[in-house]
């Protein structure tokens, strides 16, 4: 495992749909790891492969009770419900803004064995879900905004705020 250095919102690879996968070997196995271990260190609820680099469709997402999902060739395949709520982005340190996600989804992808998994989330995991698998078809959270208006420098926050917001630059 190693940590790896994450890109920023400049870099163009973020805005490249990634590759699918063609087989899960043990260099998606090293990938999966360095994504993990490089999220927590962030400190962070996600990370694409594109973050560090990789354009391929292959994530991390640390869900409810701190477990840590790493999907190969990612799909959401059912949504439901909507949640707004702060977001923000380790390729976009210290910013966060509004955006409008699904409350609940199912994800299916290959996991770090090559076999198939389904993976039912709701609340903050659905929204980090969602984040993530965004980041593998380009897309940026600010791309989602519900208002420019909503982007802010997390410590220009008031503090009521500061709580949710600094939980949601995690992403």
Not at 32 to 58: C, H, K, S, W, Y
Not at 80 to 95: A, H, R, T
Not at 142 to 165: F, H, I, N
């Amino acid at each position: 495992m190693a940590l790896r250095p994450i890109l920023t919102f400049d870099h163009p690879v973020l805005r490249e749909k990634a590759r699918k996968v063609a087989r899960v070997d043990n260099s998606i196995q090293k990938l999966l790891d360095d994504l993990a271990e490089t999220m927590l260190d962030a400190p962070g609820a996600g990370l694409a492969a594109n973050q560090i680099g990789v354009p391929l469709r292959v994530c991390v997402v640390k869900g409810d009770e701190n477990q840590i999902w790493g999907l190969v060739n990612p799909v959401i395949v059912k949504k439901s419900g909507s949640q707004v709520g702060y977001e923000g982005c380790l390729s976009k340190p210290g910013w966060v803004g509004e955006v409008e996600r699904s409350e609940a989804v199912v994800v299916k992808g290959l996991n770090r064995h090559g076999k198939e998994v389904r993976i039912k989330s709701s609340g903050f995991t659905a929204r980090a879900f969602q984040h993530e698998l965004d980041h593998l078809d380009g897309i940026l959270f600010t791309d989602r905004l519900t208002s420019l208006e909503t982007l802010r420098r997390v410590e220009d926050l008031v503090e009521e705020d500061q709580a949710e917001a600094v939980a949601a630059a995690s992403g």
